[in-house]
């Protein structure tokens, strides 16, 4: 399971900033889309986060979401993950943005400051991009 306990009880609300995360990238290019939330719920699923919490967590997150001035607000303790973690919200994020199978400039924007701040490199990024593209694009 992808939170423990401890992590739960230290990081509070560290899922919903997640999910905000997700929720950002998705309202990025003003088209929040049904087929978007779908991926936030599976990814959230996959994170381990319990069936009867997500629409609770989604609901939050968008609050968040829309009171946050900066990506910051949500990055800061997903930063300190495991890469196996990070790759997966980034999978995520890089599903959400190809779900309509297209990319635009404000996208690949949020994806590269991402990186940065989540400390992923570049050809790793390109990586996880090129993998989602093409499983978007069947």
Request: net charge neutral; aromatic share 8%.
């Amino acid at each position: 399971m992808f939170f423990k306990k401890e992590e739960e009880v230290k990081n509070g609300n560290f899922k919903v900033k997640i999910c905000a995360l997700l929720i950002h990238a998705a309202k990025i290019d003003e088209h929040y889309t049904d087929k978007e939330e779908e991926i936030i719920k599976k990814t959230l699923d996959e994170l381990g986060v319990e069936n009867e919490n997500i629409s609770k967590i989604i609901k939050e997150a968008k609050i968040i979401e829309e009171n946050a001035n900066q990506i910051l607000d949500f990055t800061k303790e997903v930063k300190n993950l495991p890469n196996t973690y990070k790759i997966k919200i980034v999978e995520s994020l890089w599903s959400i943005i190809y779900s309509n199978k297209e990319a635009d400039i404000y996208e690949t924007n949020l994806m590269r400051r991402l990186a940065g701040l989540l400390y992923i490199d570049n050809k790793t990024m390109g990586d996880i991009k090129e993998r989602v593209r093409n499983l978007n694009s069947k």
